[in-house]
């Protein structure tokens, strides 16, 4: 079965911190992505990479940063974790060379900033 | 830019009654057209898929009519359970530019009570 994993379901983090969300899937997908999911607003996009260290600034990227130094693995990066940055966090991977280009999804990340 | 608009919720039903989640989009060129399924807890599924005009996606009884003429993707089934109850969100993927990344509705909350 096809699989995207995020590497943690439930954070908590402080003002200021950094943080790191992982994300791996075992489809060999060229496209990754990092979605934001907040009630009323719906999915947006932060980040999308197409290929190993390539990387392309979604509709929301102030705040964000990403790292896709390997095809499996995709990264966000909280650099100064902020209150208005607790949301869920969605991964999700594509392949680029299907015509549909449906995403398949991880469970999420669930993060707290206090 | 691409954008879609869905139906605001939350919507609740009782069992074995006809649902219709509305969704409209803008968008250049020919896109094709989801919904995903997002159950409590869990990330998103994709339930169905069109890809050109009057295609008609269908999946657990799920079904919806990619209509052009009418930029609309309206989400039916004709006996809702209980365990439909989820939050569904209506997306498109571009036919041209940045074509493989997703525009996602804001989502509609299904609450379906025995």
């Known amino acids: 079965d096809v699989k995207v994993t995020q590497s943690s379901r439930y954070l908590v983090k402080r003002t200021g911190e950094k943080v790191f969300l992982e994300c791996v899937q075992d489809?060999?997908?060229?496209?990754m992505f990092w979605y934001r999911q907040d009630p009323g607003l719906g999915l947006r996009l932060i980040y999308f990479?197409?290929?190993?260290?390539?990387?392309e600034k979604g509709d929301i990227p102030e705040g964000y940063s990403v790292s896709r130094e390997k095809k499996e693995r995709f990264s966000l990066i909280l650099e100064s974790a902020s209150t208005n940055q607790t949301s869920m966090y969605l991964c999700a991977s594509s392949n680029k060379w299907q015509n549909t280009g449906e995403l398949f999804f991880g469970e999420g990340s669930r993060l707290t900033v206090l | 830019g691409d954008s879609v608009t869905q139906m605001e919720g939350p919507v609740t039903l009782s069992e074995e009654a006809f649902l219709t989640i509305n969704c409209t989009y803008t968008a250049t060129g020919y896109p094709s057209l989801f919904w995903y399924v997002q159950y409590p807890g869990e990330g998103l599924q994709l339930l169905l898929k069109?890809?050109?005009?009057?295609d008609k996606g269908s999946n657990k009884g799920f079904e919806a009519t990619y209509r052009k003429e009418t930029t609309s993707f309206h989400l039916e089934k004709g006996s809702v359970q209980v365990s439909d109850s989820a939050v569904y969100f209506c997306a498109l993927r571009s036919s041209g530019g940045s074509n493989y990344k997703l525009t996602f509705g804001k989502g509609t909350l299904l609450t379906v009570n025995p």
């Open positions: 489809m060999d997908h060229e496209n």
């Open positions: 069109a890809t050109k005009a009057d």
């Open positions: 990479s197409y290929d190993v260290k390539m990387k």
